[in-house]
C-alpha cells in the first residue's frame, strides 16, 4: 500500500472515529434531556390532579410534552445506534455516563433539584473521565464492512462468550434468582449487563449494516445475517430491560444505576473487544488510560447517584471546618490551663 493509501485510509478512519464520537455524545444530550421532559410533563399532570403513572394512569399520552420527550429519546437512542456503526463500542458504551451528567444539570435548572456540592464534583469528574477515555480509547477496529462480519460472528471466542453468557444467564435465573433475588441488587443486573452486553454487540452489526448499505457498499437488506442480527438484539433488550424494570422496582435508583453501569460497561467492552478486536491495535498507555479513564466515569456516576439527596454545600464545609478549629482551639487552652496548675501544684509541694 502506497503512502497516498495510507493517509487517505487513515483520513477515513479518523472522520468515522469523530462522527462516531460526535453521534454518542450528542446521544447522550438527548437520552439526559429525555428524562428531563418527561418528568416535566408527569409533574404537570400530577400537579393537575390526574391519576398517576405508577399508580396505572396513562393520562400522559394526552400530554404534548410527554410525547416530546419520547421524541427526544428516540433521537437519542438513534444516534446511539448509528455511533456503533462508525466507532468502536469500547468507545460509544461509556460516554453514556454522559447522559447522567446532563440530567443532572438539567434537573438542577427545570426540576428545583438541588445540584449539591458533592453532584458538582461528580460532575466534574464526569468531564474528566470523558476527556481522558476518549483521548486513550481505540480508534479504528479491525471490522469495518459487514461481510467481514459473517467470520467473526461465527469465530470460536465468540461463540464461547455467547454461550458462557447463556449458561451464566440460566444458571443465576434458575439457583440464584429464587434465593437472592429480592435481596441482592446484583443478581438481577448481572443478568440484565450480561445480555446487554450481547445487545450493543448485536446491534453494532445492525448498524453496521446499515451503514453500507447506504454508502452503496451492497444491500444487506438481502442477507440473512442482517436480519439475524435485526432479531437477537430485539430479544436481548427485551431481556434486558425485563430485568433492569425488575431490579428498579426493588431496590433504589441511586444504588441500581452506578454499579448497572459499571458491570454493563465492563462487559461490552470485553464483548466489543472479543468481536470487534477493537484492542488489538492500542498501546499499553493507552489502555491505561482508558483504565482511568473508565475507573474515573464509574466513580463520577456513582457520586451523582448515592449522594444525590444528600443537603451539602461548600459553605457547610467551611462551617464545620471553622467548628472543628474553634472546638480544638478551645481543647487546646483547656490542656494548657490543666497542664500549668499541674504544674504549680507540683511545685508547691515540693
Known amino acids: 500500500m502506497n503512502s497516498d493509501a495510507v493517509v487517505i485510509d487513515t483520513h477515513y478512519n479518523n472522520l468515522h472515529f469523530f462522527i462516531g464520537l460526535g453521534l454518542a455524545t450528542s446521544s447522550s444530550i438527548f437520552i439526559g434531556s429525555s428524562f428531563i421532559i418527561k418528568k416535566l410533563a408527569l409533574k404537570k399532570l400530577n400537579d393537575l390532579g390526574n391519576l398517576r403513572a405508577s399508580a396505572g394512569g396513562y393520562g400522559y399520552l394526552k400530554q404534548w410534552m410527554w410525547w416530546l420527550g419520547l421524541l427526544t429519546m428516540v433521537v437519542g437512542e438513534g444516534a446511539n445506534l448509528l455511533a456503533y456503526a462508525f466507532a468502536p463500542a469500547a468507545l460509544v458504551t ?136 435485526v432479531v437477537l438484539s430485539a430479544l436481548c433488550v427485551v431481556v434486558q430491560m425485563n430485568y433492569l424494570n425488575k431490579s428498579l422496582d426493588i431496590f433504589n435508583t441511586s444504588v441500581v444505576t452506578p454499579i448497572y453501569y459499571v458491570i454493563f460497561t465492563v462487559l461490552v467492552i470485553i464483548s466489543s473487544g472479543i468481536l470487534f478486536k477493537e484492542w488489538e491495535q492500542i498501546y499499553f498507555e493507552d489502555i491505561l488510560g482508558c483504565t482511568c479513564g473508565i475507573l474515573i466515569l464509574m466513580i463520577a456516576v456513582f457520586i451523582l447517584n448515592a449522594f444525590k439527596d444528600v443537603n451539602l454545600s461548600f459553605k457547610d464545609i467551611n462551617l464545620n471546618a471553622r467548628r472543628r478549629t474553634s ?24
Request: with cysteine; hydrophobic share 45%; net charge positive.
Open 94 to 229: 461509556p460516554l453514556g455516563a454522559l447522559s447522567v451528567l446532563v440530567a443532572a444539570v438539567l434537573s438542577s435548572k427545570f426540576l428545583n433539584e438541588k445540584l449539591n456540592f458533592i453532584g458538582k464534583i461528580g460532575c466534574f469528574l464526569c468531564i474528566i473521565g470523558s476527556v481522558i477515555f476518549v483521548i486513550h480509547s481505540p480508534k479504528t477496529e479491525e471490522i469495518q464492512e459487514f461481510s467481514e462480519l459473517k467470520n467473526k460472528i461465527f469465530d470460536f471466542l465468540f461463540i464461547s462468550y455467547v454461550l458462557t453468557i447463556s449458561v451464566m444467564t440460566l444458571i443465576i435465573k434458575i439457583v440464584f434468582v429464587p434465593r437472592f433475588g429480592n435481596t441482592n441488587v446484583v443478581v438481577y443486573l448481572l443478568i440484565c449487563s450480561a445480555i446487554g452486553s450481547l445487545t450493543v454487540v448485536f446491534c453494532k452489526g445492525v448498524a453496521l449494516g446499515i451503514k453500507e448499505t447506504v454508502e452503496g457498499g451492497g444491500n444487506n437488506f438481502t442477507n440473512y445475517l442482517f436480519w439475524l442480527l
Open 327 to 350: 472546638n480544638n482551639g478551645v481543647e487546646t487552652s483547656h490542656n494548657y490551663v490543666v497542664n500549668f496548675q499541674r504544674t504549680r501544684h507540683y511545685q508547691s509541694t515540693n
